[in-house]
């Protein structure tokens, strides 16, 4: 199947290139932007390249899909949104989404992850989509929740990023849910 593309009114979701690579440095060098992804901020291109390789890797597995965010204005992409840790046999995946600074507060982060949740439910036939998310990101709790995400609890140092342990809500959104849609 060729990479799905997806039309929202302000944006296309698109698979990232290596000509993407210069836009995704900007947000990903961000500390401000990966301050709750267990990344360290971006050092070069390279990083940048890297991350693409990985995202081609997830789909050519069947564990994900990422969708380059661009803005339709500018052509730029300014983020990324899409399912890792899928589980076919299950029905199951995570989400994930991030975007670049100067694109916050606009309402970016909900167009693109409304579209995608779509696509899940409906294309993938998802039962279930969840997101993991540190206590300390309210905004991104705050986005999840808007979508119709419950909090179902706190897993206690489930991941080990950036030399420390992180403790993660578990949210999840049932295709029953789907009044993110209206």
Known sequence: ????????????????????????????????VVKHMGLAPFNGVEDALSEI??????????????????????????????????DTAHFRAEVGYELSRDC???G????????????????YRLERIQALIE?????????????????EGLLRHYEYTNGKFDDLYMYSLLKNDMNFLD
């Open 53 to 86: 390789q990985w995202y081609d890797s997830i789909r050519r597995e069947g564990s994900g899909i990422r969708w380059g965010i661009i803005l339709k204005e500018s052509g730029r992409m300014i983020g990324s949104c899409g399912f890792h840790n899928m």
């Open 135 to 151: 206590p300390e990101n309210a905004p991104s709790q705050k986005l999840i929740a808007a979508k119709g995400f419950i909090r």
């Open 108 to 123: 970016i982060a909900s167009e693109a992850l409304g579209a995608v949740l779509r696509f899940g439910f409906e294309y």
């Open 104 to 106: 916050w507060g606009k």
């Open 1 to 32: 199947m060729t990479f799905p593309v997806i039309e929202t009114s302000r944006l296309i979701l698109r698979k990232p290139t290596q000509e993407d690579a210069e836009d995704m440095l900007v947000y990903l060098a961000d500390e401000e």
